[in-house]
């Protein structure tokens, strides 16, 4: 059995191609859910992360470079 997946903040940032300066002005303004584990750990939930993603990724129907196909 296995429990629920959390990522670290590097995992995160590495997920996304990102800074852990975004991630934690993310978390400061409460746009993704965290969980504190003991005083400083900091995970982010698999589940809220995959939300996240699929309301905020968009596919471009675009081309190469803007051009529509």
Known sequence: M?????????????????????????????????????RRAI???MHVVEDYERRHTHLSAAGPQGESQ
């Open 2 to 38: 296995t429990g629920p997946i959390y990522l670290t903040r590097r995992e995160l940032a590495h997920r996304w191609k990102t800074s852990l300066r975004t991630i934690d002005r993310m978390r400061r303004r409460r746009e993704l859910e965290f969980v504190c584990v003991g």
């Open 43 to 45: 995970r982010f939930p």
